[in-house]
């Protein structure tokens, strides 16, 4: 059970932003929110991940709401390259060195030319 | 600085055979995920190793399904008596001791049982 809702397909043009939504409403306040992708036929990528302040790396921006119930996974100018599934993760913070990640559906994101 | 390595790529088995597929992790990682992709679903965990210990298993089907990671050599998923419905994608992750909030994925390998 992951513990996050995210639309199932998003569809975006090439070189304009992309905001992909997550909802986590049951998050507790150890759990990290994770992001990562898979392009077709490949293993899953990590994009990026944060706990309460917003976040930026060359990949992409997360942004995390002030409750924590939801986040946004900002691409700044999508490629279609980026066309890939992303996966909105909720880890749990165990306290030992399990880090493991439970995935849901993901959002399969288009790009257009 | 080679990512994780998975092989084989593409495995073929027919019913009631043995399939074994292998993951060595990336230089310096000692924790390694082993997760299953049905087609069209999500990936499921199966199972988290360190170097010769099981540390978690819970997604581990009780029958047919080992995992390893020896002190030397890569990390071994193991299935036997393979049946059509273990037809999926395997994916490995590996990562470090400490938490950098980042496993890197192999590109998986691919079992076909007929």
């Known amino acids: 059970d992951a513990k996050t809702t995210q639309p199932n397909s998003m569809e975006s043009n090439e070189e304009e932003p992309v905001h992909l939504p997550c909802n986590h409403s049951?998050?507790?306040?150890?759990?990290?929110i994770h992001w990562y992708r898979q392009l077709p036929s490949q293993g899953p990528e990590y994009v990026i991940h944060g706990l309460t302040s917003n976040v930026n790396n060359r990949m992409a921006s997360l942004a995390i709401a002030e409750d924590r119930k939801s986040s946004t996974l900002i691409l700044h100018r999508a490629t279609l390259r980026d066309a890939a599934v992303y996966y909105c993760i909720r880890r749990r913070d165990s306290g030992g060195s399990n880090y493991k990640l439970t995935f849901g559906k993901g959002t399969l994101l288009t790009v257009n030319p | 600085n080679a990512g994780v390595m998975q092989n084989p790529r593409h495995l073929v088995r027919r019913r009631g055979q043995e399939a074994r597929l292998r993951c060595s992790p990336m230089k310096g990682h000692s924790h390694v995920y082993w997760y299953r992709q049905l087609p069209e679903e999500g990936l499921k965990f199966m199972v988290y190793?360190?170097?010769?210990?099981?540390?978690?298993e819970s997604g581990m089907p009780k029958e047919r399904f080992s995992a390893e990671f020896p002190k030397e050599g890569p990390s071994i998923l193991r299935i036997q008596q393979v049946v059509r419905g273990d037809s999926a994608a395997y994916f490995c992750a590996s990562g470090p001791p400490e938490d950098t909030g980042e496993l890197f994925f192999g590109e998986g390998s691919r079992l076909t049982v007929l």
């Open positions: 190793l360190q170097k010769e210990n099981i540390i978690d």
């Open positions: 049951t998050i507790s306040g150890t759990d990290y």
